[in-house]
């Protein structure tokens, strides 16, 4: 990374340095930037969900020759009330548990969050067989929040291998699977980047421009492409059934012309919706303390049309798009089926990271209030980062150990 | 339209290269890198499908969003390769699809004839204004509707059934010509991002034709191929990666996570259903122009949760798709058992699988590839009694040789 910093002074000496700033350059990727495809020393799995209706399976692998050992960190975004929506009266319980897992060289591992994984003897072709990374507890039903693997070395201080990547699967009771790739942070393990005297607080600071920085800068932009909400589905109307059908009210489920036949509901053909989860990069797990970080989404359709929202995340969010807001995702207002939505924090607010999940369905319903309908989960992209960007430096303080 | 012009572009064009190098190293233009999750000029869809008469599997049909991330007008001349395969001795008016899977069940559709795999392409262009997204639906295209271009236009898949990739490439929008991203806050490394929605439903057409409402979706991110800050000579001949290289070389190795094919995952309250797991690779490198596809032989490292390592290896000519059990044993599922893809083998359920293409060193060539994983699962809620889901694999590392994607003349 130095070397990168001094090639990149040379450049601007002038052309003549041309040459040797393309070698460094092309042999390089950047290397600091938070990846959902390569190794990292902090993997993030914003959405893990035990909640009697959909479960989640884990795996996590260690990418590298060595052995690797990570402390990993439930966090639970559910709120304290489960009946009533999170709000200022109806806190976030923002509780974590954290286990160890060992992993040699190369080794995947899974588990189920609703069941997690015991330490001991397993028949062959079962669950638990395998070199058991640690005893991993399961969550409790009713959780929603995510999970958060920092690698450390044998005496649980954070250590920059970049030798962990993950995988959730949310599987449904009904079996439908919808998958996404964990968020990893890279470390830096330059022997000169910069030293906490916390061990435990990790830097988010590390930029192609601040080669000292410890851990991946979070994204300054998340890029999020998604199909309007509640635009009816076209592929399904050609191979399934999008006859409309009343979505909610006195009339779910039941044929309909227009919304007023549907008792408060909507009259929709197989409307297509998608949930967004988003974090805040900056976490104080040892004291407990949320973070919360004020995102501004600018919303563009297919004409160019620009719209926009806000909302804020506070410990975990996650929501459909209509509740972030109520038109300006929606098909009703943007009148096309693909819409481009950028999320930027506010200035000096915390960093994001996010997956989203799309939600598709066909009106052929057998019974009147029954849809079948099948999740797919997409990584969101990024653009630049939050150290360079905006002048902020994310932390993540872990517990003592 | 408050559209910025290209003024990066235009000043490396006419020769500003000096002032271009400069303004790109204060930004840091050491970033150049294959993502699927950051914009690029070179855009992969490795596996796209069309079958809505339900004739390989269940109704199918792909849904395809392509997205300009720059407050720029840019254009992108894209290939559409049907890579689907038909018998032999099916009539040519009315071709037959088929999969090696097809032809090694009981019912083969190809009945006294061979499974035959071609490899075609359309290509077509679209210009897309500041921050635009598009989307299509494969089996229909984008004809008459374009949003803000009359003259961009999306064709059809070439058959019904297809099985193919879709590959886009970042031009000038006034020449159409190769060119590098517009977008200063990415250093640009190119402004194209995408996502491909594979969608099933349960149709059926026999003698009467019945839609019970059963569907199944998975959603995978589009490939990128980024920039490097070397200057792209806008020819037809992309170097990717290797010395020279207009864009970032593709991954050394591909690492896929899986869990072995048959394992029997039980999840909350007692649901239980197998899972197999299919990987679409795709060489990085084609000659569209001539229509050759390449060649690549894969070697496959597969570690159980024992730390226990198997090898494996295939080749694959223009793309495909395989079942993991599949790699290593005849593409019968009453081979799968001995596969070392397979729980029955390895008996643990995660498996870790590193992917390394073997370099063309005579000729000098790379011959790296992309992949994308599909898990298809039992359940309940899905079309013949199958749910998927797809994920982006991960890359490791990049090669000192580059691969080369010819496009046709303009």
């Known amino acids: 990374m130095r070397m990168v910093n001094r090639n990149r002074g040379l450049c601007m000496l002038g052309a003549a340095a041309f040459g040797v700033c393309a070698l460094v350059n092309v042999a390089s990727a950047n290397p600091s930037d938070v990846t959902t495809e390569k190794g990292g020393s902090v993997i993030i799995l914003p959405k893990v969900v035990w909640d009697g209706t959909r479960d989640t399976i884990i795996q996590i692998a260690n990418i590298n020759n060595l052995p690797a050992q990570a402390r990993c960190f439930y966090i639970d975004g559910g709120p304290l009330n489960p009946n009533l929506p999170p709000g200022p009266t109806n806190p976030q319980l923002w509780n974590e548990t954290d286990f160890n897992i060992f992993l040699t060289k190369q080794q995947p591992t899974q588990w189920v969050a609703s069941l997690g994984r015991r ?57 439908d699977v919808s998958k996404y790739n964990a968020i990893a942070l890279r470390g830096n393990n330059d022997p000169n980047a910069e030293v906490n005297a916390n061990p435990n607080q990790l830097n988010l600071d590390w930029t192609q421009l601040n080669g000292v920085g410890q851990y991946s800068a979070c994204p300054n932009t998340l890029i999020f492409d998604h199909i309007a909400y509640e635009a009816p589905d076209l592929v399904v109307d050609q191979i399934g059934n999008c006859d409309p059908r009343c979505y909610g009210g006195t009339n779910n489920g039941l044929a309909c012309a227009n919304t007023s036949e549907c008792g408060g509901g909507k009259c929709l053909s197989c409307p297509v919706t998608t949930n967004l989860t988003l974090v805040p990069c900056d976490e104080d797990i040892e004291n407990q303390v949320p973070s919360s970080s004020t995102v501004q989404f600018a919303i563009w359709d297919e004409f160019e049309r620009r719209f926009s929202s806000s909302v804020t995340v506070n410990c975990w969010l996650s929501a459909e798009l209509n509740q972030i807001h109520p038109n300006a995702f929606s098909f009703s207002t943007l009148g096309t089926f693909s819409a481009h939505t950028r999320i930027t924090p506010n200035p000096g607010a915390p960093g994001v990271l996010g997956v989203a999940e799309e939600t598709r369905r066909d009106n052929s319903n057998q019974l009147p209030s029954v849809f079948f309908s099948a999740v797919a989960a997409y990584n969101l992209e990024g653009e630049g980062n939050r150290f360079d960007g905006s002048g902020v430096t994310d932390t993540i303080v872990l517990p003592t150990p | 339209m408050s559209t910025k012009t290209g003024n990066m572009r235009r000043m490396i064009r006419s020769g500003g290269v000096a002032a271009a190098v400069i303004t790109l190293g204060m930004l840091g233009a050491a970033r150049a890198d294959v993502a699927s999750d950051q914009p690029a000029t070179i855009l992969i869809f490795p596996k796209l499908v069309v079958d809505t008469s339900a004739q390989l599997g269940p109704a199918t049909d792909s849904e395809v969003q392509v997205t300009n991330t720059s407050n720029s007008v840019i254009a992108a001349r894209c290939f559409l390769v049907n890579a689907t395969s038909f018998c032999s001795n099916s009539p040519t008016d009315s071709p037959i699809a088929c999969t090696p899977e097809t032809e090694a069940s009981a019912t083969p559709r190809c009945t006294g004839g061979t499974c035959v795999p071609q490899w075609t392409e359309n290509d077509f262009r679209m210009t897309l204004t500041k921050r635009q997204p598009v989307s299509w639906k494969l089996s229909e295209g984008r004809l008459s509707d374009f949003p803000l271009s009359p003259s961009s236009s999306i064709p059809a898949a070439q058959t019904d059934p297809f099985i193919g990739e879709l590959r886009c490439v970042e031009v000038d929008p006034s020449t159409f010509a190769p060119t590098v991203g517009l977008n200063p806050d990415n250093n640009f490394v190119g402004d194209l991002k995408g996502e491909a929605t594979i969608i099933s439903t349960s149709r059926h057409i026999n003698a009467t034709e019945t839609r019970d409402g059963r569907i199944d979706v998975r959603k995978y991110n589009g490939i990128g191929i980024q920039s490097t800050d070397l200057p792209n000579d806008g020819n037809d001949t992309l170097l990717i990666g290797g010395p020279n290289a207009e864009y970032s070389g593709c991954p050394n190795v591909i690492i896929v996570d899986h869990l072995f094919d048959d394992a029997n995952v039980q999840s909350s309250g007692g649901f239980t259903g197998t899972v197999r797991t299919d990987l679409t690779i795709t060489p990085c490198g084609a000659d569209l122009n001539q229509q050759i596809p390449n060649t690549v032989t894969l070697q496959f490292l597969v570690f159980n949760e024992f730390e226990q390592r198997f090898s494996t290896s295939t080749r694959i000519t223009c793309s495909k798709e395989v079942q993991l059990s599949n790699i290593d044993t005849r593409p019968t ?15 643990t359920f995660a498996g870790q699988t590193r992917i390394r293409p073997v370099a063309d060193t005579t000729n000098g060539i790379a011959d790296t590839v992309l992949a994308v994983a599909e898990e298809f699962w039992d359940c309940t809620n899905g079309p013949q009694g199958r749910c998927s889901d797809s994920a982006n694999v991960h890359f490791q590392g990049s090669r000192d040789l580059g691969d080369v994607m010819i496009l046709p003349g303009e």
């Open chain 1, 119 to 175: 330490v001991g003897v397993d028949s062959f072709k079962t669950a638990g067989y395998g070199i058991d990374p640690g005893l991993i507890p399961p969550v409790r039903r009713g959780f929603t929040g995510e999970l958060k693997c920092v690698q450390v070395d044998d005496s649980d201080i954070p250590v920059r291998g970049n030798s962990l990547k993950g995988e959730a699967t949310l599987r449904r009771f009904d079996g």
């Open chain 2, 333 to 347: 599922a009453t081979d799968n058992t001995a596969s070392i893809f397979n729980v029955n083998v390895q008996g």
